[in-house]
C-alpha cells in the first residue's frame, strides 16, 4: 500500500510539474508569436498536451485522496479551487479562441491579452498550489 501512495505521489507532483512546463510554453508561444496564424497552429498543438496533463494531475490528486480515505485540509481545498479555477479559465480561452477571425485585428489582439492573462494565471497558481501542498503536506 505504502508504495502505491509512493508512487501516486511521485506520479503527481511529475505531472504538475510539467503542466507548469507546458503553462509557460504556453505563455511564451501566445506572447511571442507574431503572426496569428502561426500562433494557432501552435497554440492547437500545445493546449491539448496542457490540458492533458492537467487532467492527469487531477486525476492522481482524487486517487491520493481516496488512498487517504478522504481526509482533507486547506491544501487539498486549495488544489480543487485552483483546478476549477483553470478549467474555467480554460473555457473562456477556448471560447474567446473560436469567436477569433483570422481578418479582425482587433479581435486576435483581444484573445492574445487575455491568453496571456489567463497563462500567466495558471502559471502563479500552479506554482503557490505546489507551494501550499509542499509545505502543509
Do not use: C
Not at 13 to 29: G, K, N, R
Not at 45 to 70: M, Q
Not at 73 to 80: G, T
Request: charged share 15%.
Amino acid at each position: 500500500m505504502d508504495e502505491l501512495v509512493s508512487l501516486s505521489i511521485q506520479i503527481h507532483i511529475f505531472f504538475l510539474f510539467l503542466t507548469l512546463l507546458f503553462a509557460i510554453v504556453s505563455f511564451f508561444v501566445v506572447k511571442s508569436s507574431k503572426e496569428y496564424i502561426n500562433m494557432t497552429k501552435k497554440f492547437e498543438f500545445f493546449t491539448p498536451l496542457y490540458y492533458l496533463n492537467l487532467s492527469i494531475v487531477i486525476f492522481t490528486g482524487f486517487v491520493i485522496l481516496a488512498v487517504f480515505k478522504f481526509h482533507t485540509n486547506y491544501s487539498v481545498y486549495f488544489m480543487l479551487l485552483s483546478s476549477i479555477a483553470i478549467i474555467i479559465g480554460a473555457f473562456k480561452v477556448y471560447k474567446l479562441f473560436k469567436k477569433t477571425r483570422v481578418k479582425d485585428i482587433n479581435s486576435q489582439e483581444l484573445f492574445r491579452q487575455f491568453a496571456i492573462k489567463k497563462y500567466l494565471f495558471d502559471i502563479v497558481i500552479i506554482l503557490i498550489t505546489a507551494i501550499f501542498g509542499f509545505v502543509l503536506s
